[in-house]
Structure formats: structure tokens, C-alpha cells
């Protein structure tokens, strides 16, 4: 939540700069933006309510010049509405403040100060760390220890980047909120995640938790809250770091939608042997633990949470008592972490807060701790003792598609891991990897057909208020992602329930009319018949997706989506791709911004 970026140099323009990498990490929050820079000791100070545009606009006027330093932000709301007043920077006495994350203690810290003389105006955490650094500046008139006073009185989680009227050095430090250093020839950089840097330099370095960075223009240096001076390596963005572009699409989301052949591709290329054998080189190190494992736990948040609630039926025929829990709660449950527990971490970010701090206790409590992880890098990739990349690319669009059909990818072929370690894979094993091999090809000859069928649906359903979205067995959790995506982005309250629970209390609200969308398999396949009857008995509207030989389905249904007919759990990669479309095409119709919807941000850096 919220993307800070900074810039110290005399190569390039500070408003540029910033302009830029703010555009690149605008998923991270885009409710508010400002920057604050600095050239020929002008401080040039600009904030805006709303996308970037609004602060793009607001600048205009302002001449970019070659030269300074300057940091920007861009919001997603924690403490205080959406305003100009609330938006980043802030600006306390001498000190020019950005910060990502949730200061526990700012109350605290408001009562010190305000003690001391300071006032405030601004609803925010953020602009009581700015008092508190510029009441240390005043004490003891030396900016780097001033600034880390502050942060030793910080409770809570941040980024911050910060620097005073004197417009010579950048601060910056990170706990728990990611921060990434540029390092470009004779200027820095800094942003809430690498690729926003891409366009700058390729060389980075990832600050870790509790580094206090001081930068100006002939280099910078890295202190340790703690002390120590911390020597952190320059890495090097790999190609997979490409920056995105919507290449001809209306949205990203829908680019990433119709990326999915490929990115299903990346997931397992070379993962998969020719004699039908999952190959993990990120697991084969901890491939001892994996046999004697007697537990296994997914611990994740939203659409990953759903991608290791899909597979659970997979793992659950490995014998081993299987777990599913959200991030959320998996830090505060009361549940004892037993012995030989292997735990995933699934995250497209690698930076969700929730998911971080499950990690933590995991690790606490001597789990073996595992990511199945999109971003390279990122804190989950680097915290967990080993892990397997999905390889997707990057994710640009706020609702995640093309992240959770790699998962689902990504867990067939863990799940195989499993099974060989502990047993041998069956035929039906290897035809689920048979059949993971033919989907790219499968999935994009299919795609603009799912497409067109789910527009349909989509005509009729955009303009509901409610809808129910249904299926039985291990194809639950696709209607829990389907209740998701269409909420989140089109903004009908879509409820998803196992489709033989409705009569049991929610069928009361089905009336003519109703929409109810069904994912249908071979699973239960004569009870789902029943369940969709007993709802068109009540005159509700159904669709459904399902195989194209399902006859009875085709026959009861409204509108249906017909999916090619699969043999092994691949076949939830074309439902996804089926419930993002009818998702997309809703918002479509209902003229809203498919890639930013409200209220939401990328990675959710808080808990
Ligand atoms: C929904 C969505 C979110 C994320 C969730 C976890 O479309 O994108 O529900 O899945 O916030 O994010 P990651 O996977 O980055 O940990």
C-alpha cells in the first residue's frame, strides 16, 4: 500500500523522475499523490486528490530543470480521508516527509509534541514522524542522527523517505514496508519496489529491516538502527523485471488475462521432465523435509488464499492432514504449529503485510517455511527457506488473474513433488502433468471463445445488484474467486456458496430473476443438476460454466460457458479464466476503471 520514490542526482530532473516512478508504483494506492523537490534551494511543494493525473496536471506549470533531489508518494488511505490536506509528502518545520506503512504510536508521539509547542493539521500518522524528526533536528542540528532518533521511537511499520530545507541529503529507512535503492552513475533512486526503477538503472539494492540509509550527491552510506553499518549488495534486475506495457489492450487486466497461455508456459518451463517428473529446483534442497513431512499448511490472502483453497483436494490424496488458512488469521489462531509442519507462503506480491507476518511465527515456531511467489526478490522470496518463482511476469492490474492460474500451476507441480517423495506418481498423476503441458496451447486456442460467452453473461448480470456464485466439491473455491473478482471490480455483491448449502438459509433471498453462476465438473455432477433446479424452480437466472459435453447443464442453463472437457484438476485454469471475464466484461459495461478499483491497492503492505 501507498508507492514512495526518491531521487538525488544532477543527471536528471527531479520532477521527472519522480513523475515517472510514481506512475510505475501507482498500484500500490492511488487516492491522493504529491512531491516535494528541491532545486537552487527552491522547494517546490504540490499535492492532489485522485489518480496521478491530477498531480501530473498540477505541475505543468512548474519547469523542469536538471538537478536536486526531491521524494513523491502515492496513496492509499490508512490514517485520515482521502485529501489534499492527507496526502504525502508532509511538511513539519524543516523536514519534507514520505512514508509507507502504520505508525502505531503516532498518538503518543502527538501528545510529546504537541507538549513541546507543535501543532498539527493533517489526520495522518505520517505528519507526527515529520514533527518528531524536525524536533530532533532542532535538539541536535545533525540531520542523520536526528533522523535516527526518530525512527527509534517509531512503533509499528514504515518506508520513509525524508529530507530537510537545507536540500542536500536524502534519509531513508524501512521496517516491515519494502524500499528498494536505485543506484545509478553519479545519482540514486529510491521506490517502493524495483521495477518502478527499471526505467532509471538496473542496479539495486533491497533494504532490509532496521538499515538507515543517507544519501547525497557524491554517494551514500548504510547504518544500521542497531549500530552497525550494514554492507548490502548491489543485485542486478534480471529480464523477467521487463517493465509492462497494455501492448494494444483496453486494461491491463485484460492484457493479463490473455497472457495466461504464456504465463502458464514460463510456470513450468523446464519444470516437467519427459518422462513426466516435476523437476523443482528451488525444493530440492529441502526435499528431505518434504518426505518426512506430517503437515502440510498454505497460509495466504484474497486470490492466493483461493489458489491454495482449489488445490486442497489434490493435496488432501497425499494422506497428510492438509491446512488452508488466510494470512489474516493465521498469525493469531490458537493452533499449536506441530512437528514436521511444512508451511507455503502464496503471494503474487511477496510483500502482504498479513502474509508476512504468518511467516514470521512460522519461522518462530520451526516450520520449514516455503513461497510459492511471483515477485523476485520480494520480502516473502527472501524471508521463506526456499520457495518455487511462478514466473508470470509482472502483474499490473489490481485484481490478480494471470498470478492465480500460475499458482494453481506452480501447486500441481508441488503437489507432484509430494507425491514422488513419499510414494510414486500414478498415471493419474502423470496425466495431470500430461495435461499441464498441453494448456498453453488449449487455453489460448479457447480463450476469445470463453470470451465471447462470458460477455453474455455479463450482459446480464452488469446492472444486478446481487448474484450468488455456486459450485460443489473441489470446485468451490473457483466460485470463491468468481464472488471475489466480480466484487472487486464490478462492484456487485456476489456471494459464493457450495452450491448443496443454498437451501439451507440463502435460497431464500432467489427470486425471478435472481443471477446465480455455476462452475460445473464431473464431480457430484447429477446433485448439481438438483441444486440448479431447485433454484430455477424459484425462477432465478442461471449460468453456467461447464464441459462443452454436459448436455443437461447446456439444456437448464440460461447462458452457459463451455469449457474444453479435461481429465485432472488442470481443468480450474479455464474456469478462472472464464469467472475473469465475466468479471472484466461487467465492469466493462458498468463504464468503470477495470485496473483500479476503488478503495484497493496492489500489495496490501499493511495488516
Ligand atoms: C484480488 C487480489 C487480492 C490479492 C491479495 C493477496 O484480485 O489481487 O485479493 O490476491 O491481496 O496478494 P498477494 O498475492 O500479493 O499476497
Not at 514533527?131 to 545533525?142: C, E, I, P, R, V
Not at 520480494?378 to 527457506?385: D, G, P
Not at 500441481?412 to 493419474?428: N, P, Q
Amino acid at each position: 500500500m501507498c508507492g514512495i520514490a526518491g531521487y538525488i542526482g544532477e543527471i536528471n530532473n527531479p520532477k521527472e523522475v519522480l513523475l515517472k516512478i510514481l506512475k510505475n508504483l501507482e498500484y500500490r494506492g492511488y487516492d491522493s499523490a504529491g512531491v516535494a523537490y528541491v532545486q537552487n534551494s527552491n522547494v517546490v511543494y504540490k499535492k492532489s486528490v485522485g489518480e496521478l493525473k491530477n498531480l501530473v496536471k498540477l505541475l505543468k506549470s512548474e519547469k523542469a530543470k536538471k538537478g536536486g533531489l526531491g521524494i513523491g508518494h502515492t496513496r492509499w488511505a490508512t490514517h485520515g480521508k482521502p485529501s489534499v490536506k492527507n496526502a504525502h509528502p508532509h511538511n513539519v518545520g524543516n523536514v519534507f516527509i514520505v512514508h509507507n506503512g502504520i505508525i502505531e504510536n503516532y498518538k503518543e508521539i502527538q501528545d510529546f509534541l504537541e507538549k513541546k509547542g507543535y501543532k498539527f493539521k493533517t489526520d495522518t500518522d505520517t505528519e507526527k514522524v515529520a514533527g518528531l524528526f524536525d524536533y530532533f533536528l532542532k535538539q541536535t542540528k545533525d540531520p542523520f542522527e536526528a533522523f535516527k532518533n526518530t525512527l527509534k521511537m517509531l512503533k509499528g511499520a514504515y518506508a520513509i523517505v525524508a529530507f530537510t530545507k537545507e536540500g542536500d541529503k536524502i534519509f531513508a529507512s524501512k521496517l516491515s514496508s519494502p524500499l528498494v535503492l536505485g543506484v545509478g552513475e553519479g545519482e540514486y533512486f529510491l521506490a517502493s519496489d524495483a521495477l518502478a526503477l527499471s526505467d532509471f538503472t538496473k542496479r539495486v539494492v533491497y533494504l532490509q529491516d532496521g538499515d538507515i540509509l543517507q544519501i547525497d550527491k557524491l554517494g551514500y552510506k548504510i547504518d544500521h538502527i542497531n549500530g552497525n553499518i550494514s554492507d548490502r549488495k548491489i543485485e542486478n534486475l534480471n529480464e523477467l523485471m521487463s517493465k509492462a506495457e497494455k501492448e494494444g489492450f483496453d486494461s491491463y487486466m485484460l492484457k493479463e488475462i490473455y497472457e495466461q497461455p504464456q504465463s502458464i508456459q514460463t510456470s513450468t518451463a523446464g519444470r516437467i521432465s519427459k518422462d513426466l517428473k516435476p523437476i523443482l529446483g528451488g525444493l530440492t534442497e529441502v526435499e528431505p523435509e518434504l518426505k518426512s513431512a506430517k503437515e502440510i499448511h498454505f497460509i495466504a490472502a484474497g486470490t492466493s488464499y483461493n489458489a491454495a483453497l482449489a488445490v486442497k483436494h489434490l493435496f488432501d490424496e497425499l494422506g497428510l492432514p492438509v491446512f488452508v488458512k488466510l494470512a489474516s488469521e493465521a498469525k493469531y489462531d490458537n493452533e499449536k504449529i506441530r512437528e514436521n509442519t511444512v508451511a507455503f507462503f502464496i503471494s503474487q506480491s511477496g510483500e502482504t503485510a498479513d502474509t508476512i507476518s504468518a511467516l514470521e511465527r512460522y519461522k518462530k515456531e520451526g516450520a520449514l517455511t516455503l513461497g510459492v511467489v511471483n515477485t523476485v526478490a520480494s520480502t516473502i522470496a527472501r524471508e521463506t527457506h526456499a520457495g518455487v518463482y511462478n514466473h508470470a511476469g509482472p502483474e499490473i492490474s489490481v485484481a490478480s488473474t494471470k498470478a492465480f492460474t500460475s499458482q494453481l500451476s506452480v501447486l500441481f507441480l508441488i503437489y507432484s513433488l509430494f507425491k514422488k517423495l513419499k510414494s510414486t506418481l500414478s498415471d493419474k498423476d502423470k496425466l495431470l502433468l500430461k495435461e499441464l503441458l498441453q494448456i498453453p496451447k488449449k487455453l489460448e486456442d479457447t480463450l476469445p471463445s470463453i470470451d465471447k460467452q462470458s460477455l453474455k453473461v455479463a450482459q446480464k448480470i452488469f446492472k444486478k445488484k446481487s448474484m450468488f456464485t455456486l459450485a460443489r466439491g473441489e470446485l468451490y473455491p473457483i466460485a470463491k474467486e468468481a464472488a471475489l473478482k466480480i466484487k472487486e471490480i464490478s462492484y456487485i455483491h456476489a456471494e459464493a456458496y457450495p452450491a448443496g448449502e443454498l437451501k439451507h438459509g440463502p435460497i431464500a433471498l432467489i427470486e425471478k430473476g435472481f443471477p446465480t453462476l455455476y462452475f460445473v465438473g464431473n464431480n457430484l455432477y447429477e446433485k448439481t443438476i438438483s441444486n440448479i433446479q431447485e433454484v430455477k424452480a424459484r425462477d432465478a437466472q442461471v449460468f453456467s460454466v461447464c464441459f462443452d459435453n454436459m448436455k443437461e447443464i447446456i439444456k437448464i442453463s440460461d447462458n452457459i460457458i463451455k469449457i474444453p472437457k479435461l481429465k485432472t484438476a488442470t481443468s480450474l485454469i479455464f474456469y478462472a479464466s472464464a469467472l475473469q471475464l465475466i468479471a472484466y466484461h461487467s465492469a466493462k459495461l458498468k463504464k468503470l476503471n477495470v485496473d483500479k478499483p476503488r478503495n484497493l491497492a496492489k500489495s496490501v503492505t499493511v495488516e
